[in-house]
């Protein structure tokens, strides 16, 4: 979905400090410090760069340039500058948030990220590859001490969940399979809180929700055993009326992840559930001959695994991806399936996500 | 409940091969060499050999000798040799199943365990310790180029689960909560199956059931998004006639740990659920104010998740640790659970598990 994302009002930033170091990841804190130039290196592709557009459509204040390389076609259209420039403006941290085919690091990208390493700036990076074991990254970073850090490693030193009861509010997105809009969603919710005056937080689960955020914990990259533990952490006591809102992940009804799903589940004991769909996903992905549930079965698997942590969840709002459909026949389906459910239903990018936040005690 | 094992018949021993080499653990193939020579060390309590006395218990035929030092108050009534003469009767690992107090490695067995190493046994090793991690004992294994074997590490390059339906037939042990017998019950179950002559595996998925076996894989170790697919890889397409018994973690509502559960219960697809229960176990371990579920709740949330995999899942039995019963409450325990969900309701320390596989189609 954040290939090509509506326009909207420019992103109030976070109401909570974003340095919280309650837990170190095996390269030093997690913390990413902004703000962000966003590295688009030489993709030939604009899709390629998906991630990088969805760090400046949720955070355009904390992108101030982007750097690319001879033969780029991505374009944010943001300032045009060399790593080096961007430590000048300010930059503290270089997010590569590209996918290349092929998922390794390339070397025409080398010099780039040396030369950002010996500047000042640390590295962040979603992509399947290791960038510091690139032997001219690490040197460069050891020299300078900066840090490369990958958003796909889980912090050590995690704890095993408690299931002790939390203060402030938390909502929690799910969703009948993976890839349904459950993070689109999160941040849509933290953007329309924000706006409202309420204090918010988008707690990132996933490599590009973490990049977006600054900080979070890739779950599904956790040792099975403390998973529930890691969404605990990541969602920790804060004032009543503080709301955390959590970007789920995979789908209690999905055979590969489902584990996953119910650690985030219990560990964020959420208040609230946002349940997200794709209208026109027929069977779950990466599985074959596995229908996707109907909203009513994700609904019912997801309050009768919470209500374990909290026993006054309920189901606030459902977010459904129309995109396969013309105008019409979206408002179509999401009239019928809020009134089948009795739950306000939009789509996070056609109509946005008021209707579900005029439901919330806010 | 492994410190006071009842009287059994000598174990059959399994009849498939036990090196199945489809996956590798980070310091090499993980199954362990057969058979065993016990290291009881040095411990002043014999409870603390509590993992030492359940291999001797399920596996006698894979254990030839014990290694005792001065002031071992343990002694499972095997051969007492040194190392080296372990090795000269044939052993091939010398197996570590103590928890001494501290968790740490203590200096008095490193002597030992060198002599092992270099009289070319291999060391296999359920402490929280890494045992490899001390300067001699690593030495020494590169010297003879034997290995020490850490069953706490998951194996990598796990794959992602499928889902897809695999040949033979499973049985999974669920619980009610954490430490109520499901590896015992499962144990059990396959001696039971192996001494009416079918064809059967006990499949470990934790410290202690995989020193036993000599192979598996301890799930809650797993990497999250792999936990599913571990289970897969655990539990291999079999001849229609075999019976893959797998030992089960943690519960569905526990609020730690469900998360491994499910992803157990997804993975091994199980066609029958045997539910273990503690009869005294008012709370859940390790959190505070959960009370256990009921046999019921735990059957109906197993049954439900386990849908997803496998449509024709059902329950053949219970399994009770009744060990804080006398005899006759025992009894009536085990008549009115029986009774309450027609299902044959054993303690497999005081009745054993034939009731079970009586209902089973064998």
């Given at each position: 979905m954040l290939a090509n994302p509506p326009d909207g009002p420019e992103a109030p930033q976070s109401?909570?400090?974003?340095?919280?170091?309650?837990w170190g990841a095996a390269d030093g804190p997690l913390a990413i410090r902004k703000p962000y130039a966003l590295f688009l290196g030489d993709v030939h592709d604009a899709r390629m760069a998906k991630t990088a557009s969805g760090i400046h459509f949720w955070r355009p204040d904390d992108c101030i340039a982007q750097v690319r390389l001879p033969g780029c076609r991505a374009d944010l259209g943001l300032p045009d500058v060399s790593a080096v420039e961007a430590a000048g403006l300010g930059a503290q941290t270089l997010v590569i948030g590209l996918a290349p085919p092929g998922g390794g690091v390339p070397d025409t990208w080398i010099p780039e990220l040396v030369a950002a390493l010996a500047a000042g700036l640390d590295i962040a990076s979603g992509m399947h590859a290791r960038v510091a074991d690139r032997a001219a990254v690490g040197a460069a970073m050891r020299a300078r001490g900066t840090r490369v850090l990958d958003v796909r490693r889980a912090p050590a030193d995690l704890p095993v969940a408690t299931g002790r009861k939390r203060t402030g509010k938390r909502l929690l997105t799910v969703g009948t399979d993976c890839g349904v809009g459950k993070m689109f969603a999160a941040l849509a919710l933290e953007r329309e809180l924000l706006r409202r005056g309420c204090r918010a937080d988008f707690r990132a689960t996933g490599q590009t929700g973490i990049l977006i955020a600054g900080d979070g914990i890739c779950i599904d990259a956790v040792v099975a055993d403390f998973a529930a533990g890691a969404a605990e952490v990541l969602s920790p006591d804060n004032s009543p009326d503080h709301w955390d809102v959590i970007e789920g992940q995979g789908s209690l009804l999905h055979p590969s992840y489902a584990g996953v799903t119910l650690s985030l589940l219990h560990g964020s004991q959420p208040d609230h559930l946002v349940v997200c769909h794709d209208a026109s996903r027929e069977y779950m992905v990466g599985v074959d001959g596995y229908r996707t549930p109907t909203l009513e079965e994700c609904i019912e698997a997801n309050l009768r695994a919470g209500r374990l942590v909290n026993r006054g969840i309920n189901v606030v709002g459902l977010c459904v991806n129309t995109s396969s459909m013309p105008e019409p026949e979206a408002r179509r389906y999401l009239d019928a399936a809020a009134r089948r459910l009795g739950l306000p239903a939009c789509d996070p990018v056609r109509t946005g996500v008021a209707a579900i936040v005029d439901s919330l005690d806010v």
């Open positions: 109401s909570a400090p974003r340095s919280r170091g309650g």
